[in-house]
Each structure stands twice: as C-alpha cells, then as structure tokens.
C-alpha cells in the first residue's frame, strides 16, 4: 500500500509557468518535507512542515512556495520556473522532527522546463 | 563547514561482497542514515547507527566510528537489484539531515 504518494509521477512546463506538485500521505505523519534532487546529487531541503507550522530554509529561493492544508496533504509550487529548477522533487514524511525519526519518501516527481 | 564524502562510483560482481564508505564532517553529531535509491525513484530507508559498532540487517550492515568521523554500508551476496545509489546522511546538532551525493553501484553479472 502506497504510504507517501506524490503526482503527478512526471510533470513538464514551460519557461516562467506556474506549477504545482503535489504530496499526500496516509501514514499520519507529523512532517513533512520538500527536497530538491538533481542528477547525481544529494537530496536538497526546500521546507519542512511540522504540523501547520512552516519551515523554510535559508537558501531556498522564493520562487518555491508550499501549502499544507490539512495532515495528508502538501503542495509545492513555483511560481515561475525556470531552466535550472528542472530536477526530481521528493516529498518525505515523518512521525516528528527527531533525530532518529526516519524519513520516509515518496517516488517523487520529476519536472521538465522547456 | 559541513560535508559527507562518498565515492561516486562503484563496481562489483553478482554474489560478491562490497563495502561503501562514508566520511563526515559536521557540526555535531547525532545519528547517521544510510538510503538506498534505484534511478529515478524515492530514497527507502536501509539503516541507521547513532552508537559505534556494526549493525546487521541480513544481507546489509553498516558501520560506524564516531570518532574518525566515518561509516560504511556492507552488502553481502550481491544481487542485480542491488544496483542503485546507496546515500549516506548525518544529522548535525540542530537536528538538520546532511546529505551526501550517494554512491552509484553497478552490479556486473
């Protein structure tokens, strides 16, 4: 059964359109994370959610945004992408924001910017 | 600053043994993960070690020192399906999980 599910599974758009990935979960969890991955490269943090209250990290660029609604669901967007936000989005959960808390992963999406 | 160094690459025969290590630099420690990722799906959790010594999970162990700031993954009775990217992470004292750029394993027949 499918825990983190995250669509849609390949997503394409154009240089400067708004997008919007999304993430849900059935787990329950607590957190949930944003990560950005590019080829060959470790998994970067964008944002993390515990429970309502949103985390943003330094460096990511406003450009990416994020919405949690409620529990099971959470939303990346960005508002203009461009060339080089082309990547695979992974979204993750966790029970909460302890040390040895796994972090578990959904298949992520991978976005195109033509 | 901090860092996780892992080699880039590597290469092993079906039913062999391999060992992937990990070296860290951080500020603080406080556990270090190991994920495995097949191409273009989600990292799955593999291990985690926050106390030195080895920890046995049938075919996979990992390893840790604390002390020389370094762990290594160990795959026994390699399978084809054990090729994949093989990411060591470390959280640092503010419970922030560094990531290293993971290990591509290609597993030759």
């Known amino acids: 059964d499918a825990m983190v599910i995250q669509n849609p599974r390949y997503q394409v758009t154009q240089f400067g359109k708004p997008v919007t990935l999304s993430c849900s979960q059935t787990?329950?969890?607590?957190?949930m994370y944003w990560y950005q991955q590019k080829s060959s490269q470790a998994p970067k943090l964008l944002f993390h959610y515990y429970d309502k209250d949103f985390n943003n990290e330094a460096d990511t660029p406003d450009n990416f945004q994020s919405r949690r609604p409620n529990t099971s669901f959470c939303f990346l967007d960005i508002r203009s992408p461009g060339l080089g936000d082309a990547a695979m989005y992974l979204c993750?959960?966790?029970?909460?924001?302890?040390?040895?808390?796994?972090?578990?992963f959904g298949p992520g999406t991978r976005l195109t910017v033509l | 600053g901090q860092n996780i160094d892992q080699p880039t690459e590597m290469t092993a025969t079906e039913g062999a043994i391999v060992q992937i290590n990990c070296t860290y630099q951080?500020?603080?420690?406080?556990?270090l993960f190991w994920y495995q990722q097949h191409a273009g799906e989600a990292p799955t959790f593999l291990s985690y070690?926050?106390l030195d010594g080895l920890e046995e999970k049938g075919r996979f162990s990992s390893f840790l020192s604390r002390s020389k700031g370094y762990s290594y993954l160990l795959l026994k009775e390699l399978q084809m399906k054990d090729s994949a990217s093989y990411l060591c992470a470390v959280t640092d004292s503010n419970y922030q999980l560094i990531w290293g750029a993971g290990t591509k394993l290609i597993i030759k027949p």
């Open positions: 951080t500020s603080g420690f406080n556990g």
């Open positions: 070690n926050v």
């Open positions: 787990l329950n969890h607590n957190v």
């Open positions: 993750a959960t966790s029970t909460s924001t302890e040390v040895t808390d796994t972090q578990y």
